[in-house]
């Protein structure tokens, strides 16, 4: 298993002692995140990373302000996590993370700078259960649709992962 400590040690002793990273702390995570090969695996899951087949079934449910979403997880390797204790941190990685039906934005967002946690035993790092809200208005709408969920994760040392699959979204509410 990877540990998050190295790059996210490294910052975060930076930061403790009262001072940003440093141009040589910025190049050593990103030697750190490269001595593994970078890696971008897609998944669905609340609590846990699931992966789904390309052209396989996505569970969409209700929220509680009464829309409707997806799940989306991810586990990516190679890529410099930023310091995960810290939401605002400039080094954190950037996510864009969307639901696509026939390459139009169904939801998701774009962009947005993310923490990664250490993956559970899996090396590298995840992202699990955000929350990627659809813009339906009704179930009878989204069951049944083919969809493409599409990522693409940059982080501060300038690796770029991409991944997409299709799927077919079905309702997971009971």
Not at 2 to 10: C, D, E, F, Q, S
Not at 16 to 32: N, R, V, W, Y
Request: hydrophobic share 40%; with cysteine.
């Amino acid at each position: 298993m990877r540990p998050v400590g190295p790059a996210a040690a490294l910052l975060g002793a930076a930061l403790a002692a009262g001072c940003t990273a440093s141009k040589e702390d910025t190049a050593s995570a990103c030697e750190l995140a490269l001595q593994e090969p970078p890696s971008l695996a897609l998944g669905t899951g609340e609590a846990e990373f699931t992966p789904f087949d390309d052209g396989g079934g996505l569970p969409f449910f209700k929220g509680p302000q009464g829309g409707w979403h997806v799940y989306g997880s991810l586990q990516a390797a190679g890529v410099n996590p930023g310091d995960p204790t810290n939401t605002a941190a400039p080094d954190l990685p950037t996510l864009s993370f969307q639901v696509l039906e026939g390459g139009a934005f169904l939801g998701g967002y774009q962009g947005l700078p993310r923490t990664l946690d250490e993956a559970g035993g899996a090396g590298g790092y995840e992202l699990i259960g955000e929350l990627l809200v659809l813009g339906i208005a009704a179930p009878e709408d989204a069951e049944g649709l083919a969809v493409t969920v599409d990522a693409e994760l940059r982080d501060s040392c300038g690796t770029t992962l991409h991944e997409a699959r299709s799927a077919v979204l079905y309702s997971g509410d009971d």
